[in-house]
């Protein structure tokens, strides 16, 4: 998938194993890489960057839709999820590599990075001065292979390292108990809001409305894409926001859409679904709260093992050849080759 078309964003925060983690979390994030920059050293290993002696600190580069979520509202938020007053690393973690770093990629990156720090310390919240540096963005190394996705491919092992880390108490006794919800000082440019119950009742048919509002189900084989093979995206049928592309479309022979990823993990949230005999994780967008489907652990492994089962009246698709005309112009360079 080609993501050259979105803007990048670098940070550094310590270990980034768990800010690729809460990055994941958010709106409007399509992928966030784990890395290295910042040193002179190329093509740094771990085991290098640990030494402190490369100059690189540990960081994450996130690629972003800024018609979902802007630069600043990154920034902000980032600036949560840290100890922006240590100078000597994060937490648990001390040394040159785990300092922290906004790393803009162009002028206006630089302004909005520098206006996040300049506002937090006109709020006087915090015990000691903002040691958190505004860097120019150099080369990005790409970590070793077990370390992208670590919170999910190694899920006990991160949550004990997290625990004992200190991370999320040193962030409740600097931000308060709110720090506890990833999105806490995130500001999306598509806000989180559900439309009146009458104007969904004009927007949806009467089926669509019973799946999206009531939790129901379409028939199987009897709906708008189950058999859709065309290139493009498919959006939320409210609101329009991204939610999966064609890129990660299989059939599954279910009768249903079926996906092997989301196109950006924090647009849809997930829950225990009990409704059924077996629980099962239900799928909704995070925009609109409308109810899209399930989630199951039987899809191809070779593509990550999910199979995301959803409900064509869900969504509305966008066709590749259309995206520019529809306001997503964007979205057309991830069909092009890298």
């Given amino acids: 998938m080609n993501l050259d078309s979105f803007p990048a964003a670098t940070f550094a925060g310590g270990c980034f194993w768990c800010l690729e983690a809460d990055f994941l979390h958010l709106p409007g994030i399509l ?28 960081a994450v580069q996130a690629r972003f839709d800024p018609d979902l979520v802007s ?9 949560r999820r840290i100890d922006p007053t240590n100078d000597g690393g994060q937490f648990c ?8 770093a906004m790393f803009f990629h162009d002028e206006d990156q630089e302004c909005e990075a520098a206006a996040a720090i300049a506002e937090l310390e006109d709020l006087r919240l915090l015990p000691r001065p903002v040691a958190t540096e505004v860097l120019p963005a150099g080369p990005f190394y790409k970590a070793e292979a077990h370390h992208q996705g670590y919170s999910r491919t190694n899920a006990r092992r991160y949550q004990l ?48 409305y019973h799946i ?3 939790d129901g189900t379409e028939p199987p084989f009897k709906n ?39 196109l950006m993990p924090g647009n849809i949230v997930t829950r225990t679904d009990r ?64």
């Fill in 93 to 100: 973690d001390h040394g040159a590599q785990y300092r922290t």
């Fill in 212 to 214: 999206l509002r009531e």
């Fill in 161 to 208: 390292y997290r625990m004992g880390c200190g991370r999320d108490s040193t962030l409740a006794r600097l931000w308060g108990k709110e720090s506890a919800d990833p999105l806490f000082g995130y500001a999306p440019r598509l806000a989180k809001a559900t439309p009146p119950e009458a104007e969904l009742r004009r927007l949806l048919s009467p089926e669509a």
């Fill in 275 to 338: 409704k059924l005999l077996m629980p099962r994780t239900e799928a909704r967008a995070w925009h609109s709260g409308s109810h899209l489907g399930h989630v199951f652990d039987d899809g191809p492994r070779e593509r990550g093992g999910q199979r995301w089962c959803l409900n064509s009246a869900a969504l509305r698709f966008v066709p590749l050849g259309e995206l520019s005309e529809a306001g997503y112009g964007r979205y057309a360079g991830l069909f092009s080759p890298r």
């Fill in 224 to 262: 708008a894409y189950f058999d859709e093979h065309r290139p493009g995206i498919y959006v939320d049928a409210v609101n329009g926001a991204p939610l999966f592309s064609s890129l990660d479309k299989y059939d599954s022979g279910t009768g249903w859409p079926s996906f092997t990823r989301a």
């Fill in 71 to 79: 630069y600043r509202a990154l920034a902000d938020w980032f600036l």
């Fill in 31 to 58: 992928s966030v890489t784990s890395g290295y920059t910042g040193g002179d050293e190329p093509n740094p290993t771990y085991d290098e960057v640990c030494t402190g002696d490369t100059g690189h600190y540990e």
